[in-house]
C-alpha cells in the first residue's frame, strides 16, 4: 500500500515537473523573437551573413511559434505575458504572420511596428 | 366487610376482559395508526448516505457517472437499511398470507385472537412499508442534490473566468484559427526553402500527431466510452444530469403518491380495528340471548289485606 503510494506520488510529482518545464515555451518564443529582431538591425552584419542569420532564426522561430500555439498549458492563463503576446499575432508569431501575408520577416517586422517606406519617405527631421 | 364480598362470575369477567382487550387493541391501532405518517422512523433519520460533487465525477466518461453513484450509494448505510427493509416487508407479506389462510379456517375464539394477530400484523407491515418510503424519499432527495450540485459545477466550469480572461480566451481562439489557416502554406514554404527545410520538431511532431490521432480513435470507439444516448440521440453531460435529476424527480413524485396508498392502508386497518372491536364486544354481551329483565310483579296483596 504504501508502495503504490509512493509509486503514485512520484509519478503525479514527474508530471508536475514536466508541465513546470513546458510552461517555458513562450519566453523561449520571446528570446528568439528578441535575437532575431537583433539580426535584423544589427548594423554590424553584412547582407549574407544577415540573410543567413536570419534564416536560421526564421527556422527556429516557426519551431517555437508551434510549440506555443500548441502548448494547452497557455489555454486561459491570465497573465501580462501570456496577455501581451496574443494581443498581436503579427508581433508575436512573426514567422507564420509573414508567410501569411507573404512578406519577408523583416518586412513584416517593420510594418507591424508602423515602419513603412511610404512613412520614413515621410518622415523629417527635427528637434524633439 | 364479609357481607358486602361479591362472588365473581367467572363468565362475567372472561367478558369484561374480552371487551377491555378489544377497546384496547382498537384504540392502541388507532393511536398508532393516526400518527403513522408523522413518526419518523429509526432507520430514515439514522441511514446515512453523503456523497461528494467531486470533479472525478464529472469527468467520468459516457453513463459511468450514474454508476459510480449507484456503487457509492450501495456501500452505505442507507443501502443496507434499504434493503434490510425491503427484506422485511416481503417476509410481512408472507406472514399476513398466511395468518389469513389460518382465519379462514379457525372459528370462535381463535378466530378472534387470529384477526387480533393480522391487524398486528398489517400494522406492521404498514409501517415497514413507510419506513422504506422514507428510505427511497432520502435516497431520491440526495441523488437530486448530487446531480444538481454537479450540473452546477459543471455550469460554472463553462462561464468560470474574469472578463479579462474570457477576452484571452478569444485571443487564443483566434490565434488558433489563423495559425491553422496559415499552417500548410507556412510548411509549403519551408519544404521549397533548401536553407530552411523540415525541422526535426516538425518531423517528430507529424509522427507524434499520427499516432495521437489513432489512439483517439480508438478512444473514442471504445464501448466503455460511449456517450449516453436518449432515443438514439447523444446527450451532452449536462443533458444527461438534467435526465437524471427528471428521473429522481419523478422517484420522489411516485413515492408521494405511494404515501397516499399508504394512508388509506393505515385507515383501513384502523376502520378493521374498530370493526373487531365492536363485534367482540357485541359478542361478549350475548345479545342473542334471553333478556334478563324479571317481569314486573305488583305486590297487590300488601295492599288489600290490611
Excluded at chain 1, 80 to 93: G, W
Excluded at chain 2, 27 to 51: D, E, K, N, Q, R
Excluded at chain 2, 127 to 135: A, G, I, S, T, V
Aim: with cysteine; glycine share 4%; proline share 2%.
Amino acid at each position: 500500500m504504501k508502495l503504490l503510494f509512493f509509486i503514485s506520488l512520484s509519478a503525479t510529482l514527474s508530471l508536475f515537473v514536466l508541465a513546470s518545464a513546458e510552461a517555458g515555451s513562450l519566453e523561449n518564443l520571446e528570446r528568439e523573437r528578441a535575437i532575431l529582431i537583433d539580426t535584423m538591425l544589427s548594423g554590424d552584419l553584412g547582407i549574407k551573413e544577415r540573410q543567413a542569420r536570419l534564416e536560421t532564426t526564421g527556422t527556429r522561430l516557426i519551431d517555437l511559434e508551434r510549440m506555443v500555439l500548441r502548448d494547452k498549458s497557455l489555454a486561459g492563463k491570465n497573465t501580462s505575458l501570456v496577455q501581451a503576446a496574443f494581443q498581436n499575432y503579427d508581433l508575436t508569431f512573426l514567422a507564420h504572420a509573414s508567410i501569411e501575408q507573404d512578406r519577408s520577416l523583416t518586412d513584416h517586422w517593420l510594418n507591424s511596428v508602423g515602419l513603412s517606406t511610404q512613412t520614413l519617405f515621410n518622415a523629417s527631421m527635427g528637434r524633439r | 366487610m364479609n357481607n358486602l364480598y361479591i362472588d365473581p362470575d367467572p363468565e362475567q369477567t372472561k367478558r369484561i376482559h374480552d371487551r377491555l382487550k378489544s377497546i384496547f387493541i382498537a384504540i392502541f391501532l388507532g393511536a398508532v395508526l393516526a400518527c403513522l405518517i408523522s413518526i419518523p422512523f429509526a432507520y430514515a433519520t439514522t441511514a446515512v448516505w453523503a456523497p461528494t460533487a467531486s470533479e472525478r465525477l464529472i469527468k467520468l466518461p459516457g453513463q459511468h457517472l450514474e454508476k459510480a453513484v449507484e456503487s457509492d450509494f450501495r456501500k452505505s448505510e442507507l443501502a443496507t437499511a434499504l434493503e434490510e427493509t425491503e427484506a422485511n416487508s416481503q417476509l410481512k407479506q408472507s406472514t399476513l398470507g398466511d395468518l389469513q389462510k389460518a382465519i379462514e379456517q379457525a372459528d370462535g375464539e381463535t378466530r378472534v385472537e387470529l384477526q387480533h394477530q393480522f391487524l398486528l400484523e398489517k400494522k406492521n407491515y404498514v409501517e415497514m412499508l413507510k419506513e422504506n418510503q422514507d428510505l427511497r424519499r432520502k435516497r431520491a432527495r440526495i441523488k437530486l442534490r448530487l446531480y444538481e450540485r454537479l450540473l452546477g459545477k459543471l455550469s460554472r466550469k463553462k462561464q468560470a473566468g474574469s472578463p479579462q480572461q474570457k477576452h484571452l480566451v478569444s485571443l487564443q481562439e483566434n490565434a488558433q484559427a489563423r495559425f491553422q489557416s496559415s499552417l500548410s502554406k507556412v510548411d509549403m514554404k519551408l519544404m521549397q526553402s533548401v536553407a530552411m527545410g523540415t525541422s526535426r520538431y516538425s518531423q517528430e511532431y507529424a509522427r507524434n500527431m499520427s499516432a495521437i490521432e489513432s489512439l483517439v480513435a480508438a478512444v473514442n470507439a471504445h464501448p466503455s466510452n460511449q456517450a449516453p444516448a436518449l432515443n438514439g440521440i447523444a446527450l451532452s453531460q449536462s443533458d444527461y444530469l438534467r435526465s437524471l435529476i427528471s428521473r429522481n424527480e419523478a422517484e420522489l413524485a411516485l413515492v408521494d403518491q405511494e404515501r397516499i396508498i399508504l394512508a388509506h392502508m393505515a385507515k383501513l386497518i384502523s376502520l378493521d380495528a374498530l370493526a373487531l372491536s365492536e363485534e367482540t364486544q357485541l359478542a361478549s354481551q350475548d345479545l342473542d340471548a334471553p333478556s334478563d329483565d324479571v317481569p314486573r310483579s305488583y305486590v297487590v296483596e300488601y295492599f288489600i289485606n290490611q
